[in-house]
């Protein structure tokens, strides 16, 4: 099977061009795969079974949203957003007229009606509201997601082709933690907590910082290090500043992956919080629990399907702050439960995110779409009630699923998980 796959790789500072790169040393054993980095080159489809399509919503991807509407194939959702792809796309070029017939295609007189104030530079776009799906997702011969909370995110949009939900892959890599630790200029014993990736407010930046601010009271010694770009539009070093934690928090910046692995292998505990959600799955995350990290998540969209023992989960709102230092406390203090849980981690991550399953997964459901055939997975397929293999393609809206319980008080979430320890 000859497949076609367009992605931006690195050195483009993008996640889904780490993880596309990391696919494609895998997926390459197991069919005839030619990979198309940028838009330069030609592509003749002819010479092609199948296109894959990996789509985000920056500009890194422009040349794969425009290739995919061209010659449809398989798109790989990895987030049900695109209207800040399609706003470089049109607006970025100053082509206002694309604009304002992208918004109208997608959402309407009303949403052409916003286009055009923004249009006149009376308000910014309305880049949650318009999510700019609609186009990629009609063209495509199928979709991959990487979580249930994606499948449900493509039904609500319109697709009623074929999905397969493919786990993100995670990366198992070796780094050792004291090393590094010394490069870092921090001892063995110190607690060290880390925030990875692009540095944006809405990964609980702001939350996560007065949480560790009064960690600092019960563990004086603890550090904190953020290491990726910092977002131009945030503050970052300013509200460290002015939480007086200037000599326990460092500004790392933009690391290669080499330097990123490693500090994230220093640390003890790692935050990936965020909130809202377009439904994006966390390259980084995958990499911590891959370390055996211990690790805090945002209880919303894709990071609530990850079992309640490899992460602890942090609903969004009211107590946030509170249960985030709680969590942090009971790790800092409980060094046994935060190595229990990371063990858990990784062996979740090492059974079912290991890159060769992922590229396996992928071929399987390429060749499925080709040949026009349903596709079972060979190794991960669920038992019906009458016996039958229960396919993972998903082709209709599933039935609307009961609301999830409240959360209950953050006291009683830390004691249930200290509870679980040995």
Known sequence: MRVALFSPLPPCRSGIADYSETLVEHLKHLVDLEVFADGDRPFDPARFDIALYHLGNNPHHGFVYEAALRHPGVVVMHESNLHHLIADLTIQRNDWD????????????????????????????????????????ESARAAVVHSQFMVDEMHAAGFDGPIARIPHGAWIPEA????????????????????FGFLKPYKRIAESL???????RVAPAAKMILVGEPHPEFPLHSLIQSLGLSAAVRVMGFTPIGDFTGCMAACDIVLNL??????????????????????????????????????????????????IFEYLNLLASR??????????????????????????????????VVEGTDWKTEDRSQESEDGSQESEVR????????????????????????????
């Open 98 to 137: 694309a604009y304002l017939r992208a918004c109208e295609y997608e959402g309407g007189a009303e949403a052409l009606a916003y286009a055009r104030r923004v249009r006149a530079l009376e308000v910014g776009p309305d880049y949650e509201g318009v999510r700019m799906t609609r186009r990629a997702l």
């Open 176 to 195: 050792d933690r004291n090393s590094w630790r010394y490069r870092l200029g921090i001892d063995e014993a110190t607690p060290l907590i880390g925030i």
């Open 210 to 216: 007065r949480a560790f601010r009064r960690l600092l």
């Open 274 to 323: 965020r909130y809202p959600t377009v439904g994006e799955s966390s390259g980084s995350l995958l990499r911590a629990l891959g370390l055996g990290k211990a690790v805090l998540v945002s209880r919303v969209g894709a990071f609530q399907e990850f079992p309640d023992d490899v992460c602890l989960k942090v609903p969004v709102g009211a107590g946030e702050e509170d249960l």
């Open 335 to 368: 060094p046994d439960v935060a190595r229990a849980l990371g063990e858990r981690a990784a062996r979740y991550v090492k059974e079912e995110c290991n890159w060769e399953r992922v590229a396996c997964l992928y071929a399987s459901f390429l060749q499925a």
């Open 395 to 422: 082709r209709q809206p599933p039935a609307p699923s009961p609301q999830p319980p409240a959360p209950s008080p953050h006291r009683p979430r830390v004691r249930r998980e200290l509870g679980r320890q040995p």
